[in-house]
């Protein structure tokens, strides 16, 4: 049996956000979200019956312009595209904007990570001898 991305992902954070949409009238939806160590996963319904909508972190730039008013703290996710999403949380909610950012930052690191190691291994010696002796 295969299994998706979120059940091989560790979820961070679950629960209810409310998301602008993108048409003209711009409505508040409800969407059930879960947040997982690589991706943002957005269910139009509670039940999570509807296939998710998902966001990864390698295509998110930042979350920005946070602000709190009166019962809602609001906030934009940038994609690395330049779209930008927006929604919304109860105040009282654990900041659904602060637990994104953290998944963003820990995936930052662990690329840069694997990078790293990666650019390491191609510019070893033994690699480079490696490489020469498959090109004779």
Not at 111 to 116: E, G, L, S, T
């Amino acid at each position: 049996m295969k299994m998706s991305s979120l059940e091989l992902s560790e979820v961070l954070k679950e629960g209810e956000l409310e998301k602008r949409s993108d048409n003209l009238l711009q409505f508040w939806r409800k969407k059930t979200c879960v947040l997982t160590s690589d991706s943002l996963n957005i269910y139009a319904d509670g039940q999570k019956r509807s296939k998710a909508k998902e966001l990864k972190l390698q295509s998110i730039k930042k979350v920005d312009c946070v602000e709190r008013t009166g019962k809602f703290v609001y906030f934009t996710i940038v994609t690395t595209d330049n779209k930008e999403i927006d929604f919304r949380c109860f105040d009282e909610d654990t900041c659904w904007n602060a637990v994104i950012t953290m998944a963003l930052i820990d995936f930052q690191n662990r690329k840069a990570i694997q990078d790293f190691k990666s650019l390491q291994e191609s510019t070893s010696p033994g690699h480079q001898e490696r490489h020469l002796v498959k090109s004779l």
